[in-house]
């Protein structure tokens, strides 16, 4: 099965409202359904299975960026979700290797992307790293706690 990566347009709009994702993960993300809104600095992307929906997450090259890294040409990586029913065959793995690319493609100014996860969300961290995220040493407070700030070159 071909996973892609997709710039969000209304067409998934109905798989992603049906996202379900249990509270546990739920605690250390959003659901695809309240960040939907692009802007130009605000770009939903999709990681679509045969055209369908199986996760989500936005890229933000707003002022916000600068939280995170000192790197004026980076971009910051968030809401990072697979639906529940999807989880365990890949996809995520897929999405982030294609991210590079699709980084290449639609944002060719940027070149690196950073992203802050739970220090509790221990299979999050793996798999980041796994895709080629580097811990970067630094710590960010976040609503549930410490974060650790991950990077990664494009």
Not at 44 to 55: K, L, T, Y
Not at 77 to 90: M, R, V
Not at 104 to 124: D, G, H, M, T, Y
């Amino acid at each position: 099965m071909k996973t892609e990566l997709k710039l969000y347009s209304s067409k998934y709009f109905a798989g992603l409202r049906d996202f379900y994702l249990p509270e546990e993960q739920l605690q250390f993300t959003a659901l695809p359904s309240d960040m939907l809104e692009a802007t130009n600095e605000k770009h939903p992307i999709v990681i679509a299975c045969e055209e369908q929906p199986v996760g989500f997450f936005v890229l933000h090259s707003s002022s916000r960026v600068q939280e995170y890294t000192d790197n004026s040409d980076g971009m910051l990586l968030t809401a990072f979700s697979i639906n529940y029913p999807e989880q365990g065959k890949g996809y995520a793995s897929d999405g982030l290797k294609q991210l590079r690319l699709l980084t290449l493609n639609q944002f060719p100014s940027c070149n690196e992307i950073v992203l802050a996860v739970n220090k509790r969300n221990i299979p999050a961290q793996k798999l980041y790293i796994k895709s080629g995220f580097q811990d970067t040493g630094r710590r960010k407070m976040g609503s549930i706690g410490e974060q650790l700030i991950m990077s990664k070159n494009v």
